[in-house]
Nanobody
Framework: QVQLVESGGGLVQAGGSLRLSCAAS????????MGWFRQAPGKEREFVAVISWSGDSTYYPDSVKGRFTISRNNAKSTAYLQMNSLKPEDTAVYYC????????????????????WGQGTQVTVSS
């Protein structure tokens, strides 16, 4: 079992930045692939970013590519999502997720690939 807790969300103006954190406990963190998803009201959960267990591979959808960066610190059992140049359409609840696998990062764009989820943290971007 892996427990995940997100933090770092809040209110920011368009063009600003936020850094989300995801603290993990339980299973060995270094063995997990970590991903970020987001969900706006009335919308399906949307893939945002993924990073391999070793940190050597990442993947992003076009909607955030060039603006968001996923990273991890296995010694601290924590994953991060740096969000720059934020837009109002980035407003959503952001969730981190974990999977005890080491396949290609592109395999993890679907929420069903993940075994564990955090409770979410709200990100609101004002215009």
């Amino acid at each position: 079992q892996v427990q995940l807790v997100e933090s770092g969300g809040g209110l920011v103006q368009a063009g600003g930045s936020l850094r989300l954190s995801c603290a993990a406990s339980g299973r060995t963190f270094s063995r997990t692939v970590m991903g970020w998803f987001r969900q706006a009201p009335g919308k399906e959960r949307e893939f945002v970013a993924v990073i391999s267990w070793s940190g050597d591979s990442t993947y992003y959808p076009d909607s955030v590519k060039g603006r968001f960066t996923i990273s991890r610190n296995n010694a601290k059992s924590t994953a991060y999502l740096q969000m720059n140049s934020l837009k109002p359409e980035d407003t959503a609840v952001y969730y981190c997720a974990a999977s005890a696998s080491s396949y290609s990062t592109r395999w993890y764009v679907a929420a069903a690939r993940y075994d564990y989820w955090g409770q979410g943290t709200q990100v609101t971007v004002s215009s």
